[in-house]
């Protein structure tokens, strides 16, 4: 079985051995990273990006990076991508890059995925639409001269079928009953149905109101799924705690849709909402039982602080805070 582990600099000489003629460093680089061959020092230029090895109990058997072209999520694109020489034509790649889906759909919350493969390439281009890659048509193709040759490029994509499932929207009055119920359900679980929690909060039952009251400042985005329903939803107020601070509120989804990504896609618009409303930070509070969330707020930037005097839900334990002009 295949897994994938975060690239290290003592992997580079054997990624760079694989490339064992120009042709194939040239495919496999589009000259990004210098001449043939390359030095272990040029090939560092990938640390600046997000590595990957993939290893099975053999060994190291394939590497690839990713990237965000934007500065959202949204798109994860995948660069770099090759296979050990002995382990080509066997479907590792097709599995190191099933793998590599799983952690841009599945922790990132892309919506999509995508990355360019050379025309002359069959095979890399056959790996890829055994993937679930398919072909798009940018509005220039992109061309390398490369070996005293124009090399194409394809451009493909392949899309997080369960961010078609939803959409994003603001709350409704309507939609009170149906969140208030998602969030006593998850507190329910997590055996946090008691004082001190937003289980208890006066406004859970009437959450449309409580944002729709200042809603320059406030905001609550329902997820509804593809019937319909809703299945989630995030808000963000003002803090008093710290200057010029917003606060991350009640973000819960159904069980049926977690680990799909919408999570990190709701703390995605949370943010943009924080920062356009001229916030320069954001808070947040959870307890140590939601080990999943607490994980999610760490790669998304928030730092653990000590407890704010401010804290109104005395049975949260763990704070986090981000700054937004620290990026």
Same mark, same amino acid.
């Given at each position: ?31 990004? =990273?210098?001449?043939? /061959? ?163 909060? /006066? ?11 200042? /809603? ?36 819960? =989804? ?53 407890? /704010? ?19």
């Amino acid at each position: 079985m295949i897994r994938i582990r975060p690239y290290k600099t003592a992997d580079s000489d054997e990624v760079l051995s694989w490339c064992q003629d120009e042709t194939t460093f040239y495919r496999w680089t589009a000259g990004v =990273l210098g001449n043939y /061959p390359v030095t272990q020092k040029e090939f560092g230029f990938v640390e600046s990006l997000m590595p990957f090895i993939a290893f099975d109990e053999s060994g190291t058997v394939g590497f690839f990076t990713l990237r965000n072209p934007d500065e959202s999520f949204d798109e994860l694109r995948f660069g770099f991508v090759i296979v050990k020489p002995d382990k080509r034509g066997k479907g590792y790649g097709k599995m190191m890059l099933q793998q590599g889906l799983k952690f841009v759909f599945e922790l990132y919350g892309a919506r999509r995925a995508s990355l360019g493969v050379f025309e002359e390439n069959l095979a890399a281009y056959g790996c890829y639409k055994t993937v679930g890659f398919r072909d798009v048509v940018p509005d220039v193709t992109e061309t390398y001269c490369i070996q005293g040759e124009e090399w194409k490029c394809k451009e493909m994509i392949i899309e997080n079928e369960q961010c078609k499932n939803y959409q994003i929207r603001p709350i409704t009055e309507a939609d009170d009953p149906f969140i208030a119920d998602i969030i006593r359900t998850n507190l329910k679980r997590y055996h946090l149905d008691i004082p001190g929690t937003v289980y208890y909060d /006066p406004e859970v039952d009437h959450l449309s109101r409580y944002y729709h009251a200042l /809603p320059d400042k406030r905001g609550y985005f329902i997820v509804e799924g593809d019937d319909g329903q809703v299945i989630g939803g995030v808000g963000i107020a003002e803090f008093a705690g710290f200057e010029n601070c917003a606060e991350l509120q009640k973000i819960y =989804l159904t069980d049926a849709v977690k680990g799909n990504g919408i999570g990190r896609h709701l703390m995605q618009v949370a943010e943009e909402f924080a920062r356009k409303a001229g916030y320069d930070r954001m808070y947040l509070e959870t307890h140590t039982n939601l080990e999943t969330a607490i994980h999610m707020y760490e790669k998304l930037g928030f730092c653990q602080i000590g407890r /704010p005097e401010t804290v109104l839900h005395g049975t949260m334990n763990r704070f986090y805070l981000k700054e937004f002009d620290s990026e």
